[in-house]
């Protein structure tokens, strides 16, 4: 549902969908969700993001690249912006005013301003949601060297993200090098609660995103 309080990361989880450059196999139907607790996800979000990030992954099938984004740090994100409307709005709306000033110019620069709250991180290494997060591993897919991202939501709160270099080789398996700006629009206490949740609370929705989960977490004595 489209609310004011959701708007930020729909247009976030669309702009990045017009920066696609290849067409993703799946079709979801607009009735599939998957729901943990009291967050509803979607088929179409997790595709749009899977989308992108088949753009580095394109060997990977529509389950399986559902799989890597749920299980690392997609439905924690949802969980996360859906229950902090307007911390997340307003994060949102700080990052976009910094890349707006910050876009013609290399991390150093945003790294000297000093922004309060405003979190860095570099990170190496190839990809993979496993290693970067759902939605920084989807946003990274689609970049290229010197380019910014446009603001991310994460199991955290939002990030924007600069590629300084794709290693050679295979896109798949090239290690990245990356600068994550980040602010955080809870604490850890909260983003805690929600990786316990989503681990142990039952899974509803639909039978072909739950089976797109791996075998032994979807079907833990926990969610009988």
Known sequence: MLTRANLPYILARLSGFCLLVVSFVGCSQPDEYLQVGDTIIYANTIDNM????????PEYGESTLRSHLLMNGLVEAEMLHQSHPKASEDAFHRLTSILDEYKGYKPLALLESELSNLEHEKKTAAPTPSQLGAGIAAAVAILENGEWSP??????????????ERKSGQRSTAGVDVDIFQIEIADATIYSANRKQWQCAPLLGSDKLISCLPYEFRNKTSRE
Do not use: D, M
Not at 50 to 57: G, M, R, V
Not at 154 to 164: A, D, E, K
């Open 151 to 164: 603001p991310v939501y994460t199991s955290v709160g939002w990030s924007i993200i600069f590629l300084n």
């Open 50 to 57: 899977a989308e992108k990030l088949q753009h580095s992954f």
